[in-house]
């Protein structure tokens, strides 16, 4: 498990990212912004979901929120063609297919 210090830092230098989010991060090895910008969100995204999170789901919106960190920007800023690659990845995932 996550410092609390380490997630709540990383939470605060990344936007779109909560504390959840950061523990997930930190979790799987991506305890920095300049490393999730490195991956990108959705190779952060797999390394971070590969047995799909708590319920088994393999939700786009943590997509939105990590591609966000990576732009430094609102997640409703990305444009919806990257929104709509990273619905199909999840749906992807869930199925099985990635």
Known sequence: MADSR??????????????????????????????????????????????????????????FALEGAVRNCDWLEIPEEIKQEYREYAQDLQKGKT
Request: glycine letters at 8%.
């Open 6 to 63: 380490e997630v709540k830092q990383l939470a605060n230098q990344l936007r779109n990212v909560g504390p959840k989010l950061a523990s997930k991060l930190i979790e799987a090895g991506i305890d920095s912004p300049d490393k999730l910008r490195q991956l990108g969100a959705k190779k952060a995204f797999s390394m971070m979901y590969a047995k799909g999170d708590a319920y088994g789901d393999y939700n786009a919106a943590y997509l």
